[in-house]
């Protein structure tokens, strides 16, 4: 049997206007996995790719030099500064849990074993 849906009614009209645009979306996307999955669209993407890579590259130093003299001048920490901080707030919570380990361990009471003569 046959979908309900799917059966041509004459008194709808947008049913062949759906059944159109179905078929322009089939065959659309048919041609499109084609284009995409080809050689040819492969290399001119990939030559795109690196020409807009090529010439990004000064634009974004000169992006972060305006924005480190900016946050400078703003008296706000830049992206290197907080990463810096990051690291010396890791050491300093390494070293904090290597000194709670040592207050623990000559916390606890001696063993009858490890008495020393």
């Given amino acids: 049997m046959t979908n309900p849906e799917e059966q041509f009614n004459p008194l709808d009209p947008t049913g062949i206007l759906k059944s ?17 999955q080809s050689e040819a669209y492969a290399e ?18 000169a992006v972060e030099s305006s924005m ?27 070293r904090l849990d290597d000194i709670e380990a040592k207050l623990d361990e000559s916390l606890q009471p001696p063993k009858p074993g490890d008495q020393g003569s």
Avoid: C, H, Y
């Fill in 20 to 36: 159109v645009r179905d078929a322009n979306m089939d065959a659309w996307a048919k041609m499109m996995v084609n284009l995409v």
């Fill in 44 to 61: 001119s993407t990939a030559a795109m790719l690196d020409a807009w890579l090529t010439s990004s590259g000064p634009f974004q130093k």
């Fill in 68 to 94: 480190s003299q900016t946050m400078a001048g703003l008296n706000l920490p830049t992206r290197d500064d907080m990463t810096r901080i990051a690291e010396r707030l890791t050491n300093i919570e390494m």
